[in-house]
């Protein structure tokens, strides 16, 4: 008599839309490497994404991402006065695009930077959605930490699934500004991994963002009698 085998379905093919992935659960993942199921490899390198407005006017509720609703559609349904490219080297807009539907990524940090007055106190919305109707969003409200000396950038640590449905929408980008935004994964679902017999989850290390200045420790006084 045959015995029965009941496969397991994968971690990524959780109905509910990855929330039952253990591996994007853990809000530590930077380099937590006992709590994932391989080592990190490498420090996390950034897509980097700019907007240009080229209009004198601001111009409300741009996104980034939201693959399958913009990869194919015209300025990918962007106003005309803005133009949204890749600033990694060979790499284009449609391609990060691309990908995100391909190979989806969890974000850890989110570096936000513009030089135009004001543009940092515009917020941005992030959202994920499914077809099933789940939908969530976090907003970034940008801050800066009173001992952050570069005042034209803001980095927000909230961790969040880069898909095909993902956007990140500005509220505005005002008049004539150029905002870049950094997007730096943590993890990364690769299938092509699994032909090479590697993990298809692929880790990161955190970046280098913030540097610690060293506190000088004074030495004890001998005290002579």
């Given at each position: 008599m045959k015995k029965s085998i009941q496969l397991q379905k994968p971690e990524w093919f959780s109905a509910n839309g990855w929330e039952d992935a253990d591996a994007w659960d853990h809000a530590?993942?930077?380099?937590?490497?006992?709590?994932?199921?391989?080592?990190?490899?490498?420090?996390?390198?950034?897509?980097?994404?700019?907007?240009?407005?080229?209009?004198?006017?601001?111009?409300?509720?741009v996104d980034i991402g939201d693959s399958y609703l913009n990869r194919a559609?015209?300025?990918?349904?962007?106003?005309?006065n803005i133009t949204i490219t890749s600033t990694v080297t060979g790499v284009v807009y449609l391609e990060f695009l691309a990908?995100?539907?391909?190979?989806?990524?969890?974000?850890?940090?989110?570096?936000?930077?513009?030089?135009?007055?004001?543009?940092?106190?515009?917020?941005?919305?992030?959202?994920?959605?499914d077809s099933a109707g789940n939908r969530s969003d976090h907003?970034?409200?940008?801050?800066?930490?009173?001992?952050?000396?570069?005042?034209?950038?803001?980095?927000?640590?909230?961790?969040?699934?880069?898909?095909?449905?993902?956007?990140l929408r500005f509220n505005q980008i005002n008049a004539s500004a150029t905002v870049t935004v950094r997007l730096y994964p943590i993890q990364k679902f690769a299938a092509t991994q699994l032909v090479a017999g590697r993990n298809a989850n692929v880790l990161y290390q955190a970046p280098h963002l913030?540097?610690?200045?060293?506190?000088?420790?004074?030495?004890?006084?001998?005290?002579?009698g």
């Amino acid at each position: 008599m045959k015995k029965s085998i009941q496969l397991q379905k994968p971690e990524w093919f959780s109905a509910n839309g990855w929330e039952d992935a253990d591996a994007w659960d853990h809000a530590d993942a930077w380099a937590s490497a006992d709590a994932q199921p391989q080592q990190a490899e490498r420090p996390s390198a950034p897509y980097i994404i700019q907007i240009v407005n080229a209009c004198t006017s601001a111009i409300s509720n741009v996104d980034i991402g939201d693959s399958y609703l913009n990869r194919a559609a015209s300025n990918f349904n962007a106003n005309s006065n803005i133009t949204i490219t890749s600033t990694v080297t060979g790499v284009v807009y449609l391609e990060f695009l691309a990908q995100t539907e391909s190979q989806p990524f969890k974000i850890g940090r989110t570096m936000i930077i513009s030089t135009s007055a004001g543009q940092l106190d515009q917020t941005v919305a992030v959202t994920h959605r499914d077809s099933a109707g789940n939908r969530s969003d976090h907003v970034i409200t940008p801050t800066l930490d009173p001992y952050q000396t570069q005042t034209d950038r803001i980095i927000d640590e909230y961790e969040y699934l880069f898909d095909g449905f993902t956007r990140l929408r500005f509220n505005q980008i005002n008049a004539s500004a150029t905002v870049t935004v950094r997007l730096y994964p943590i993890q990364k679902f690769a299938a092509t991994q699994l032909v090479a017999g590697r993990n298809a989850n692929v880790l990161y290390q955190a970046p280098h963002l913030i540097k610690v200045a060293p506190v000088a420790v004074p030495r004890p006084r001998m005290i002579q009698g």
